[in-house]
């Protein structure tokens, strides 16, 4: 499932990207979707790929990784632009 590659339509953050390519190289991405999305509320490939997310980040090696790439991204932008579900990470 990680070579799944979200469609053109899927927006500039992630057309044409795969999974694994969205989950290692967007962390806010993948931080939004881990603290706000609601899985009732998915459908298609969006359904697919927070499965992927959640699958992955079981893995507490995985969450670790995640959560660095997190801090890592929150210090490239001001203080006051990075998102609210993001300020753990400051």
Do not use: S
Not at 26 to 39: A, C, D, S
């Amino acid at each position: 499932m990680d070579a799944t590659e979200f469609p053109e339509g899927a927006g500039p953050e992630l057309a044409g990207l795969t999974f694994i390519q969205v989950f290692e190289q967007k962390p806010k991405v993948v931080e939004f979707l881990r603290k706000l999305w609601i899985e009732r509320c998915c459908t298609g490939i969006f359904l697919d790929f927070f499965k992927f997310v959640k699958g992955m980040l079981n893995c507490p090696f995985v969450m670790t990784e995640h959560e660095e790439r997190c801090k890592e991204y929150v210090k490239t932008i001001e203080n006051d632009k990075v998102p609210t579900y993001m300020k753990d990470y400051l």
